[in-house]
C-alpha cells in the first residue's frame, strides 16, 4: 500500500478493521461453547443472543444512518465509527462477567447498538476516500486483511480458550479490538481539523461493499 497510490485514510481504516476482525475471529467460531459450558447448557440461548443483536442491529442501522446522511461532512460519521468500535472492543470484558442467559442478551443487544453506529460509518468514509481509480483494489485489500485476520484468529482463539480459558480469551479480544478502536483515533489525530477535513461532498461516491460484516 504506497503513500502515491492508497490514501492515508483509506490505510488506516484497512487496518484498524484488520485488528478489529481479528478481535471478532477469536470469539465467533466458539462463543457457542462458552454459552453452553459457562452460561447455560440450551441451544435456544445461543439462538436468543444471536437474534437479539441482529434485532438491533437491523432496527437501529438505518435510523442511524439516515441521521448521519443528514449531517454535512464526516465529522458526525467519524464520531460514530470511534464510539461504536470502542463499544465493540470493550463488551467482551463484560462476558467475564455474565452469569445468566439475560446478561448475554443484554450484551448482545449493545453490541448490534455499536454495530449499527460503527459500521455504517466505516462504510461511509471508506466510499467517501477511496480512491477512485483503483476502487477495485482497495476493496480487495480490504477483504485480504479481513480474511487474513478472520482465518488467523479462529484457530488462535480455540487455542487459547482451550488452554487458558474464556476470560483470558475475552481480555485479549478487547485488547486487540481497542488497538482497532485508538488506529482511528491516531486517523483524527493525523488532521490538523477534523471537523473541517473530513467534510466532503456526498455526491461523489464510489459503490459501497455490502457483505454479512461490512
Request: hydrophobic share 55%; aromatic share 12%; glycine share 6%.
Amino acid at each position: 500500500m504506497s503513500n502515491n497510490k492508497v490514501s492515508k485514510t483509506i490505510r488506516y481504516l484497512i487496518l484498524s478493521d484488520f485488528f478489529l476482525f481479528f478481535a471478532v475471529g477469536l470469539l465467533a467460531p466458539i462463543f457457542a461453547v462458552f454459552v453452553l459450558e459457562n452460561i447455560e447448557n440450551k441451544i435456544e440461548v445461543i439462538g436468543f443472543a444471536v437474534s437479539c443483536y441482529w434485532i438491533t442491529r437491523v432496527v437501529m442501522v438505518m435510523p442511524i444512518s439516515l441521521l448521519m446522511d443528514k449531517i454535512r461532512g464526516e465529522s458526525d460519521e467519524y464520531s460514530f465509527m470511534v464510539v461504536g468500535t470502542f463499544l465493540m472492543a470493550i463488551i467482551p470484558l463484560f462476558y467475564t462477567i455474565s452469569s445468566h442467559p439475560w446478561h448475554i442478551y443484554v450484551l448482545q443487544i449493545i453490541n448490534g447498538l455499536a454495530n449499527s453506529m460503527a459500521v455504517p460509518a466505516w462504510r461511509i468514509i471508506f466510499t467517501n476516500h477511496i480512491d477512485k481509480k483503483i476502487v477495485g483494489f482497495e476493496w480487495s485489500l480490504e477483504d485480504v486483511g479481513v480474511g487474513i485476520a478472520t482465518a488467523s484468529s479462529a484457530a488462535i482463539g480455540a487455542i487459547i480458550a482451550d488452554k487458558l480459558g474464556f476470560n483470558v480469551l475475552f481480555w485479549i479480544i478487547s485488547f486487540f479490538g481497542i488497538i482497532g478502536a485508538v488506529i482511528l483515533l491516531a486517523l483524527g489525530k493525523t488532521k490538523r481539523n477534523i471537523i473541517r477535513e473530513l467534510m466532503r461532498s456526498k455526491s461523489d461516491k464510489a459503490p459501497l461493499k455490502l457483505d454479512t460484516f461490512k
